[in-house]
């Protein structure tokens, strides 16, 4: 993955600064809170949704057993539509793909459809590097770019701002990106988005390439899918006379048959709507209707060794739904920008640390920012089991070593000799007991003191129970 956030501390520390942020933890909490409830009752809607999650999950396994083949297949039917694959082993080749296919358009400009696998390398900031602006045109996208801030949720990047906060983005920062804000804007919601409206309308009448990613890609056809709400995404796809479409090589599905399940679980998951307001489709290219020129790049980038996981592989089913993160305690604490990715929450937590390695501090940290109790596995439409992946992953780190664990190890082997030693643990038990006058009530040690820094240890009882069992079994 693209090192664009790696670098923030780990998450203990990130998740402690956000929660003491009272603004950002209100915000949080009414979002989260209200999409959950309107997905609550989107899926109670479908009387077979549990078939439906299971289908999902079993077209996305089959999928990736044979990974290899569809790809192929894909590669096969675009190019046999018109279009052109370049297929990048990593970000760093991704984003000279993309650098050098806009650089031969002679533009210096794009639009920009959501895409989480193009924030994942950094592609932006690639392209500014090599002089070439790239405009979001999503809503929530916008926000966080005119912030220069980083997105902090999967489904509205900008969900740790309020109405308030964004009237004073769109005032201070639009007119240093194109068209102003209109003079005496409120925070009215409709008046926000027709600010956006008119901003984006300019970039899109002008723009000749624009850049996006996929939710699905159709194996036996060639087709790729978008969904989304706004529409913004369709203008991207439609105007420009060359589009590029950088996707992870994970959200192939072989027939349009196995599309039909994820229109039906994706929206419900993810917006709480029956179904997406626009549902975008592209095969090729098309003479006069359309972009002439279209190029798809296949990203692997830490995904083939995912694969290579028999336990962690099932992070790749995400359809980047967002669910999980709304029902995470965590989650909804800490915000996005804790996890140090663009995919936060459950699913950043044993996602990053697959694609990334867990070599960095912040991605060793990630498998441990979870209480581990399951909310996220029960929302999840295609049934990833996070909580055994999270497990998994701490167990990789643990191996790794480091203080911490070199500790923990110590403190286990001793412990193991102490119980299998009935005498050496009836006398620590009764010294123990005669010295618990002098015990603390918090313990030294920074891993400790996290621990204990929010609770009270036990007090221990003034014998141990085996020296009153003899006392009283009779």
């Not at 082993?89 to 193009?118: F, P, R, W, Y």
């Not at 500014?128 to 509205?156: C, F, M, N, W």
């Not at 441990?368 to 497990?391: F, Q, T």
Request: with cysteine; hydrophobic share 40%; proline share 5%.
């Amino acid at each position: 993955m693209s090192g664009t956030f790696v670098g923030m501390p780990a998450f203990p520390k990130a998740a402690h600064e956000a929660v003491n942020n009272q603004t950002l933890r209100g915000n949080l909490r009414h979002a989260t809170h209200t999409i959950r409830a309107k997905r609550a009752k989107a899926v109670a809607e479908v009387t077979d949704w549990a078939e439906l999650r299971e289908a999902g999950k079993r077209i996305k396994d089959h999928t990736l057993a044979h990974l290899d083949r569809y790809l192929v297949q894909l590669e096969e039917s675009v190019m046999a539509a018109g279009g052109t694959v370049h297929w990048a082993a990593d970000a760093d080749e991704a984003n000279e793909i993309v650098t050098q296919l806009v650089k031969m358009t002679g533009e210096s400009e794009v639009v920009k459809v959501k895409s989480m696998a193009t924030q994942e390398i950094g592609l932006n900031e690639a392209l500014e590097a090599e002089g070439i602006r790239a405009y979001e045109t999503d809503l929530a996208e916008l926000i966080v770019q005119l912030s220069k801030d980083r997105p902090s949720h999967i489904l509205v990047p900008a969900i740790h701002r309020n109405r308030g906060e964004i009237r004073d983005i769109f005032e201070r920062e639009m007119s240093e990106w194109g068209r102003p804000a209109p003079e005496g804007l409120t925070d009215s919601p409709a008046e926000l988005a027709e600010a956006a409206r008119l901003h984006l309308r300019e970039k899109f009448l002008h723009a000749k390439v624009g850049i996006s990613g996929a939710n699905f890609m159709i194996a036996d056809t060639g087709t790729l899918v978008v969904v989304e709400s706004e529409g913004n995404g369709r203008m991207c796809l439609t105007l420009p006379e060359t589009l590029i479409s950088v996707v992870g090589i994970e959200k192939i599905l072989p027939t349009w048959q196995d599309l039909e399940v994820f229109l039906q679980t994706l929206p419900r998951s993810s917006t709480a709507e029956r179904m997406n307001p626009y549902t975008s489709t592209w095969t090729g290219t098309t003479d006069e209707d359309g972009p002439q020129n279209f190029h798809l790049v296949l990203l692997d980038n830490g995904r083939t060794d995912t694969l290579a996981d028999e336990v962690g592989r099932q992070a790749l089913r995400c359809i980047r739904c967002s669910a999980c993160l709304n029902v995470c305690p965590v989650y909804e604490r800490a915000g996005g920008h804790a996890y140090g990715s663009v995919y936060p929450g459950p699913i950043g937590a044993i996602l990053c640390p697959q694609l990334r390695g867990t070599a960095s501090e912040i991605d060793a940290s990630l498998p441990y920012a979870s209480s581990l109790c399951g909310a996220c596995y029960e929302v999840c439409p295609v049934a990833i089991d996070i909580p055994e992946v999270l497990v998994h992953l701490r167990e990789r780190v643990a191996d790794q070593g480091g203080a911490g664990h070199r500790l923990e190890k110590a403190a286990i082997k001793a412990a193991g000799w102490v119980l299998d030693r009935p005498a050496a643990l009836a006398a620590g038990e009764r010294l123990a007991s005669r010295t618990r006058g002098l015990h603390p009530n918090r313990l030294p040690g920074p891993g400790a003191r996290q621990w204990t820094e929010s609770r009270d240890l036990p007090k221990m009882p003034a014998e141990p129970f085996r020296d009153w069992w003899r006392k009283n079994r009779r």
